[in-house]
T-cell receptor, first 117, second 113 residues
Framework: DTAVSQTPKYLVTQMGNDKSIKCEQN?????MYWYKQDSKKFLKIMFS???????INETVPNRFSPKSPDKAHLNLHINSLELGDSAVYFC????????????????FGPGTRLTVL | KQEVTQIPAALSVPEGENLVLNCSFT??????LQWFRQDPGKGLTSLLL?????REQTSGRLNASLDKSSGRSTLYIAASQPGDSATYLC????????????FGKGTHLIIQP
């Protein structure tokens, strides 16, 4: 039973294309996240989202947009892909929502390796 | 702005040794700290979560400590095994709730058989 799943595992595409990565969690969690791991293996938060609030890292270009059809899913849409978008993208989830809920252990998906040619 | 540093960046030890991985963070106002392992080409596996009010957590051969006032955490691995070879990541939650984690760059650990 996979707790946090992502599709596809690998994505190879041309510069300028638009693509989506899907994420699903079956943990009943309220909050989901997207992280980017760059070529130097450094992980950085892109978005966090619960059913009330989207928190965006200010360094993320507006070509990236999260979309949540329901609480168990948070998909990542990327428009006009650039070479620098090549990375591994990780989805994660945690139980809590809102500030002040401090016991948030985050669980990660297996990652999606995006290669932009 | 929170920054997380992990030392050493890489470590290679013979099987059976006990070892300590270090993590430091610049802003002591954290909600919790989480240790992960990442195997090559894989996702992150959560090892231990320490709440800001706790001093340590243990799981099997792993023990993580937290000294929030000094901005430090250590991960102690007892009786290391080749299967422990991986990259170990330290991450802090500074905002609580829906805020993301701030990660260190990891310690790449190799356990020699």
């Amino acid at each position: 039973d996979t707790a946090v799943s992502q599709t596809p595992k690998y994505l190879v595409t041309q510069m300028g294309n638009d693509k989506s990565i899907k994420c699903e969690q079956n943990l009943g969690h309220d909050t989901m996240y997207w992280y980017k791991q760059d070529s130097k293996k450094f992980l950085k938060i892109m978005f966090s989202y619960n059913n009330k609030e989207l928190i965006i890292n200010e360094t993320v270009p507006n070509r990236f947009s999260p979309k949540s059809p329901d609480k168990a899913h948070l998909n990542l849409h990327i428009n006009s892909l650039e070479l620098g978008d090549s990375a591994v993208y990780f989805c994660a989830s945690s139980l809590g929502e809102g500030k002040g809920f401090s016991y948030n252990e985050q669980f990660f998906g297996p990652g999606t390796r995006l290669t932009v040619l | 702005k929170q920054e997380v540093t992990q030392i050493p960046a890489a470590l290679s030890v013979p099987e059976g040794e006990n070892l300590v991985l270090n993590c430091s963070f610049t802003d002591s106002a954290i909600y919790n700290l989480q240790w992960f392992r990442q195997d090559p080409g894989k996702g992150l596996t959560s090892l231990l979560l320490i709440q800001s009010s706790q001093r340590e957590q243990t799981s099997g051969r792993l023990n993580a400590s937290l000294d929030k006032s000094s901005g430090r955490s250590t991960l102690y691995i007892a009786a290391s095994q080749p299967g422990d070879s991986a990259t170990y990541l330290c991450a802090v939650n500074s905002g609580g709730g829906a805020d993301g984690l701030t990660f260190g760059k990891g310690t790449h650990l190799i356990i020699q058989p």
